[in-house]
């Protein structure tokens, strides 16, 4: 062999020699960048959930010190006010989802934060009802867009690890509750000790317990400008807006889907109706007579309260998670909505307690406690529902999960509005009368379902 080729062959095989020694190591970086950046969204968005449900608990008791103090307002006019957060998420989730597609991931999870962090200054500033709306859109808009984004970066960073995604997404369903149960004890500490005027640096803030939980807001923000790397992303061919319209309304129209909406909306409704209204009634200085409730919790007392209930539903949802293969989803529902009205019942008679010290009171705790157990089945059935429904669609699986989101916003807003006037007209008991009703329409819905179901639903959602 002639001395050149001996020389090129030593050269190649070197070249080769050392790519194979650096493809470990590439690998490596690979793994712990990867690894790195789904620590950074998960805790990244239970952080921002924990700053966004704070802010939410917050303003209920910041609704009641300025009907107290400088003018008044109503439950219906905070229920409009509230809701529009949700109107701003369900127009912007949509429209921030697609530009995170085009223009990355990133970018539109940043800016989940900042908006968050700017509309909760404002507040700290102000009892103007306009610019108190403004700041409801702007929380409504960090929603929309860190939510879309995030659940596209954690697919794009976990494509062909499907066990790996599975773990991911259930950990991001997690931080929901998590950041809920923070966040009920965040704002009761917040608002006990800086919920009064101050004067800070010469800026006087009407509450300073805002500008504080902006610092939550900060430092998720940290969290993911540290973590996150550039995912991997792949071109998708898109049709016009027209058509992607006509075809989201046309599986929407689909029988096993239509049927099954008013039910998650009734629920959704009764989650914006006590969340965004039993603060400020359990808080408030409001009374009626026979309602032992009305003003009887301090914010602290709530607070820990609120974490306690939203952490025993997560610890439900759980448990229900492991046995739901075993029944029909509607099944599951209908004996979840059951929960519910123990629960309602249990909240009513307590309410109408002479007093906490009663004998009566543990074991309604109690009821209420295994009421709320129950009623913990009814989301993850929805889901695995929802996914029975796509296997007739399975071009479709993307935009009949999507619907989740939809469902969860029209709910909650409808719940929002309407609870304010039944909380003017009943108080606590007031929205106890919405939640049966919102009951009654959910339990009609799933016995026509189940009457009705197709067989592709059923086989499948007895197998799975």
Same mark, same amino acid.
């Given at each position: 062999?002639?001395l050149?080729?001996i020389?090129?062959?030593?050269? #190649?095989?070197?070249?080769?020699?050392?790519?194979?020694?650096?493809?470990?190591s590439i690998?490596?970086?690979?793994?712990?960048?990867?690894?790195?950046?789904?620590? +950074?969204v998960?805790?990244?968005?239970?952080?921002?959930?924990?700053?966004?449900?704070t802010?939410?608990?917050?303003?209920?008791?910041?609704?009641?010190?300025?009907?107290?103090n %400088? =003018?008044?307002?109503s439950?219906?006019?905070?229920?409009?006010?509230?809701?529009s957060?949700? !109107?701003?998420e369900?127009?912007?989730?949509?429209?921030?989802?697609?530009?995170?597609?085009?223009?990355?991931r990133?970018?539109?999870?940043?800016?989940?934060p900042?908006?968050?962090?700017?509309?909760?200054?404002?507040?700290?500033?102000?009892?103007?009802?306009?610019?108190?709306?403004?700041?409801?859109?702007?929380e409504?808009? $960090?929603?929309?867009?860190?939510?879309?984004? #995030?659940?596209?970066?954690?697919?794009?960073?976990?494509?062909?690890?499907?066990?790996?995604? +599975?773990?991911?997404?259930g950990?991001?369903?997690?931080?929901?509750?998590?950041?809920?149960?923070?966040?009920?004890?965040a704002?009761?500490?917040?608002?006990?000790?800086?919920?009064?005027?101050?004067?800070?640096l010469g800026?006087?803030?009407?509450?300073?317990?805002?500008?504080?939980?902006?610092l939550?807001?900060?430092?998720?923000?940290?969290?993911?400008?540290?973590?996150?790397?550039?995912?991997?992303?792949?071109?998708?061919?898109r049709?016009?807006?027209? %058509?992607?319209?006509?075809?989201? &309304?046309?599986i929407?129209?689909?029988?096993?889907?239509?049927? =099954?909406?008013?039910a998650?909306?009734?629920i959704?409704? &009764?989650?914006?109706?006590?969340?965004?209204h039993?603060p400020?009634? =359990?808080?408030?200085?409001?009374?009626?007579?026979?309602?032992?409730?009305?003003? $009887? !919790?301090?914010e602290?007392?709530?607070?820990?309260?609120?974490?306690?209930?939203?952490?025993?539903?997560?610890?439900?949802? &759980?448990?229900?998670?492991?046995y739901?293969g075993r029944?029909r989803? #509607?099944?599951?529902?209908?004996?979840?909505?059951?929960?519910?009205?123990?629960?309602?019942?249990?909240?009513?008679?307590?309410? %109408? &307690?002479?007093?906490?010290?009663? =004998?009566?009171?543990?074991?309604?705790?109690?009821?209420?406690?295994?009421?709320?157990?129950v009623?913990?089945?009814?989301?993850?059935?929805?889901?695995?529902?929802?996914?029975?429904?796509?296997?007739s %669609?399975?071009?479709?699986?993307?935009? !009949?999960?999507?619907?989740?989101?939809?469902?969860?916003?029209?709910?909650?807003f409808i719940?929002?509005?309407?609870?304010?006037?039944?909380?003017?007209?009943?108080? !606590?008991?007031?929205?106890?009368?919405l939640?049966?009703?919102l009951?009654?329409v959910?339990?009609? #819905?799933?016995?026509?379902?189940?009457?009705?179901?197709?067989?592709?639903?059923?086989a499948? $959602?007895? $197998?799975?």
């Amino acid at each position: 062999m002639p001395l050149t080729e001996i020389h090129v062959e030593k050269e #190649t095989r070197g070249v080769g020699e050392a790519d194979s020694s650096r493809r470990p190591s590439i690998r490596k970086r690979t793994t712990v960048s990867i690894a790195r950046s789904l620590f +950074a969204v998960i805790v990244g968005t239970l952080i921002l959930r924990l700053a966004a449900q704070t802010m939410g608990l917050m303003l209920q008791s910041y609704f009641e010190a300025i009907n107290q103090n %400088h =003018f008044p307002l109503s439950h219906t006019v905070t229920g409009l006010i509230t809701a529009s957060f949700f !109107i701003a998420e369900m127009i912007g989730a949509p429209l921030l989802g697609a530009m995170s597609d085009r223009y990355g991931r990133k970018l539109f999870i940043y800016l989940g934060p900042i908006l968050g962090a700017i509309a909760v200054q404002i507040t700290s500033m102000t009892i103007i009802i306009w610019l108190l709306v403004f700041t409801r859109i702007l929380e409504g808009l $960090s929603t929309a867009s860190s939510v879309p984004a #995030t659940l596209g970066y954690i697919s794009e960073a976990t494509a062909g690890r499907p066990r790996l995604r +599975a773990r991911i997404m259930g950990l991001f369903e997690i931080t929901l509750v998590g950041g809920i149960a923070l966040g009920a004890v965040a704002s009761g500490y917040l608002w006990e000790y800086f919920g009064n005027p101050r004067e800070v640096l010469g800026i006087h803030l009407t509450s300073p317990a805002f500008s504080l939980n902006g610092l939550i807001y900060l430092l998720s923000l940290a969290i993911f400008i540290w973590g996150l790397s550039n995912a991997r992303r792949s071109k998708v061919k898109r049709s016009g807006a027209a %058509h992607e319209i006509r075809r989201h &309304l046309a599986i929407l129209r689909t029988p096993s889907v239509w049927r =099954f909406v008013p039910a998650w909306l009734a629920i959704f409704s &009764l989650i914006g109706l006590w969340t965004n209204h039993s603060p400020r009634l =359990f808080k408030g200085q409001d009374r009626i007579a026979d309602q032992l409730l009305m003003g $009887s !919790i301090t914010e602290v007392q709530f607070g820990n309260g609120f974490a306690i209930l939203a952490i025993f539903f997560g610890a439900g949802v &759980l448990v229900w998670s492991f046995y739901l293969g075993r029944w029909r989803k #509607t099944g599951v529902m209908l004996v979840a909505t059951i929960g519910l009205f123990v629960t309602l019942a249990a909240v009513y008679a307590i309410n %109408h &307690l002479e007093s906490l010290s009663s =004998f009566f009171y543990y074991p309604l705790m109690g009821a209420l406690l295994a009421g709320l157990l129950v009623l913990s089945g009814f989301t993850p059935a929805a889901l695995t529902y929802l996914a029975d429904v796509t296997e007739s %669609h399975k071009e479709d699986r993307g935009s !009949i999960m999507g619907l989740y989101s939809v469902f969860l916003g029209v709910g909650q807003f409808i719940g929002t509005a309407a609870g304010g006037k039944f909380a003017d007209w009943g108080g !606590i008991d007031g929205l106890l009368l919405l939640s049966a009703i919102l009951g009654l329409v959910t339990i009609y #819905t799933l016995v026509s379902l189940r009457r009705q179901e197709t067989p592709v639903v059923i086989a499948s $959602s007895t $197998s799975s």
